[in-house]
């Protein structure tokens, strides 16, 4: 009785695998790459331009862009008002334009600003460390949100012309959406 329980137990493990690994080898491959990996866009630093003296006409330099995560800020009004109030201040924009982009809850990161200066993204990395919002959950205890569940900070570049519009014509331009 005991060697049919085996030989049962092992002929049920078999189809099993059978089916995992023959049948539904295409779905579960595809399955696995969706997991495994996904489309970054990478901002590619552009090389310095210089005229035949060597001087810089064009050059790259680090920036960096504000995001705000729409799907976090949707959890509660609250905090979204909050996120809201700090980033106009921070970045000396109105109100209405982060509103905009911290309502769009269907998305995961949305950019508030493109190309923000190091002095700003210090101001902005600060802000992450601090407290947003506390929230009691069901069984009373209290969590502190920061600032962070909700803010991002992605890096970017920014391309610099230290003689303004001399030779525009031939260096060309690009702009927020890298597009000349």
């Known amino acids: ?36 990996t996904r489309s970054v866009e990478v901002n590619a630093s552009r090389g310095t331009i210089y005229d035949r003296n060597g001087k810089e006409l064009a050059k790259s330099a680090s920036a960096w862009k504000i995001v705000v995560y729409p799907n976090k800020l949707s959890e509660s009004d609250n905090a979204r008002e909050i996120v809201v109030k700090k980033l106009a201040e921070i970045l000396k924009t109105d109100e209405e334009t982060v509103r905009a982009k911290a309502e769009l809850s269907q998305y995961g990161n949305m950019v508030v600003k493109y190309r ?3 002095d700003v993204r210090d101001k902005i990395l600060l802000l992450l460390e601090e407290t947003c919002e506390t929230v009691k959950t069901e069984d009373g205890t209290a969590i502190e949100r920061k600032f962070a569940r909700y803010i991002g900070v992605e890096n970017d570049v920014k391309r610099y012309y230290p003689y303004n519009s001399l030779a525009c014509h031939i260096l060309g331009f690009t702009g927020t959406d890298n597009v000349g």
């Open 1 to 36: 009785f005991m060697g049919l329980l085996g030989v049962l137990v092992f002929l049920a493990l078999f189809v099993k695998l059978f089916d995992l690994q023959v049948m539904q080898h295409e779905e579960l491959e595809e399955k696995a790459l969706r997991q495994q």
């Open 116 to 118: 923000v200066e190091k």
